[in-house]
């Protein structure tokens, strides 16, 4: 270790000190790790992919390659709204520490806490949704070669469990973490370069070029045209969901400050490129009937597309094994993200069991509790698409829907108090950063009300967007957490402030020794 990079790792963790918290995860990620976490999280190409099983017909082609777009401008506010907060502020608990900093006083815990509980709630319903599109992938796959199989909802979920416990143990040794992150990062840009080569240059028929930018398909019952592409519009929008993932890794990364808002806008340019292109290449390379791949046996339309494209199942199974690779590396990234924010946000007394879950193993270096419980919720979370084919469609809401909320409540926070006050980081954007502010306060009230909507008419009991159940659910949770205990042992700014000056001199002396 040089003395300079000895002098700012003492600088990181006094300023971590400052803010009352100790150094207690290593350093070990760079500005490339943290955004292989960041980007295969993300995973742009990947979520589109999976989106095809139940977006496809809320819209089309049209749909993706325009919403990509949209999303994309979206999200470039959204990364920046992080950036800047992520910039002023580094610390592994993310939006809910900026909530606490930010909110008036005498609401400022209250604030933290609803964020911390919904942005736990969303990496988890994340992590399931992964699982399940793997596990859809894995069993699609074995249909495809035993034709006489009739797909039954068992075999997704034993293979949705199979997935989240293979996963698990990637994230139980914090040393080989950053090196795992990195090879997730390398396999799903192989896989995305591969498949969008291969497919379209083996495919021995084309679509037209009208076919790809301008058909629009509305199988979903609604008369208006621009409610079913809205409603259509959340399965693009999970391909670039979960951006502050890097922001929570902001402990174990040297100069956060400047490091996690590149890793953050980084995943919004690389989700772009991919997304889009990938998208563009997939859709000129259908081969037959459009709707037949959507009804597709193996309940997996990307792997008809390749069925079709290539001409036979061994060739189009090595295509769909690199989409279920490169959806164990977002499986694992969400594994990582999720216990992050269990672990900061349990450092605060924010959820039961905080002290178990806000402890981190000395001889792994993670958070190896918080880890656990996180998969084991995932885990239980699976049992939803027993009792509900709609239950993928509603975890994808649930999930991008709480994390917007999660981030809309310190930013409503930083603009009562104003921006001006602020003591920003090098990450500032000064007029566009408010104009970003709002675009992401405006989008997640369209989220909020619009993605609750159903996804086809007639509405059935199994045809209903249960995402206001969810949304129910997770309220009821929080406010009987918080009436019980939350409010009585919250940490908030004033007890954690309170502790500054004796966590920061015993940082100093554990320095100077």
Known sequence: MTKGDASSIDEDALKLAEMGYTQDMKRNFSVLSVLAVGFSLTNTWFGISAALVTGINSGGPLLV??????????????????????????????QYFWANELAPKRYANLASYLTGWFAWAGAMFTSASVALAAGSAIVGSYQLTHPNLVIDRWMVFVAYQFVNI??????????????VAKVALYTTLISWFITMVTVPAIAPTHQHAKFVFATFINNTGWQEGGIAFIVGMVNVNWGFACLDCATHLAEEVHRPEKMVPIAIMGTVGIGFITGWFWSVAMFFSIVGDFQEIVATSTGVPILELFYRAVGNKGGAICLEAMIIATAFGCLVACHTWQSRLCWSFARDRGIPGHQWLGKVHKGLDVPVYAHLVSCI???????LYLASLT???????????????????????????GRSTLK?????????????????LAWTLFTLIMYSFPYVQPVTAG??????????????????????????????????KSDVVDVVSGRRVSSAS
């Not at 777009?69 to 920046?80: A, H, K, R, T, Y």
């Not at 293979?166 to 090196?179: A, D, M, Q, V």
């Not at 509603?394 to 409540?409: D, F, K, N, R």
């Open 377 to 383: 919720i995932v885990a239980i979370i699976g049992c």
């Open 166 to 179: 293979f996963c698990f143990f990637f994230n139980c040794y914090g040393k080989t973490l950053p090196r």
């Open 65 to 94: 390659i325009y919403g990509v777009i949209i999303i994309f401008v979206v999200s470039i506010s959204v990364g920046v709204t992080l950036s800047e907060l992520a910039s002023a502020m580094p610390n592994a608990g993310g």
């Open 391 to 417: 239950a993928f469609n509603s975890m994808i809401t649930a999930c991008i829907v709480l994390l917007y909320i999660s981030y809309a409540i310190p930013v409503v926070c930083l603009l009562v108090r």
């Open 424 to 440: 920003h980081g090098p990450f500032w954007l000064g007029p566009f950063g408010m104009f970003s502010n709002f675009v992401l």
């Open 463 to 496: 045809s209903m967007n249960y995402v206001s159940a969810v949304y129910a659910a997770v309220v009821i949770i929080i406010a009987v957490d918080w009436f019980v205990r939350g409010r009585k042992s919250f940490r908030g700014a004033g007890e954690r």
